[in-house]
């Protein structure tokens, strides 16, 4: 299951203050600073763009462009499971644009979207290191190989059975 990051209020305001003044004066800063947020709560707020693009002495369009390049990182917080299906070369020689039609048909959203019902957050990822078993998708933290269709939607229903 994804981990909501559900910092009390306090602690979600004091963490970015804090984490600029750890981190601001450091040598390419940016990405470190990204992924500690996204660490801490899940995604990058954009609420948080201009104070991070001040410290860094960058524009809000640079900080936006780098949260927006990158498919690790949301500019939204993720619902409550996460699937992650490879679209790199091996995977897609084998099936992944299908099976990645069938999820957004079945979950009833396009790529970064959330399903109908909330419980899912559907993303491309390129590469999860099981080309030679692709094509390959993450649910949450969980690596699956070799996926069909019959079996994604068994996953989805056994993981959308749990809290
Ligand atoms: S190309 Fe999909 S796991 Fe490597």
Known sequence: MNEARN??????ADLLPELLARRAREPGAL????H?????????PADFVPAIAEALNLSRA?????VTYY???RDAPAARHVVQICRAEACQAMGADAL???AQQRLGCAVHGHSKDG???????????????????MLDDQLHARMTAQGFDALIAEAGATP
């Open 71 to 73: 498919h690790h990182f």
């Open 7 to 12: 910092l009390p209020p306090a602690a979600r």
């Open 62 to 66: 640079e900080v936006h462009g780098v």
């Open 36 to 44: 500690e947020l996204q660490d801490a709560l899940g995604h990058v």
């Open 119 to 137: 419980a899912f957050t559907l993303e491309p990822v390129y590469c999860l290191g099981l080309c030679a078993s692709s094509p390959a998708l």
């Open 31 to 34: 990405l470190p600073i990204l």
């Open 100 to 102: 990645l039609a069938h």
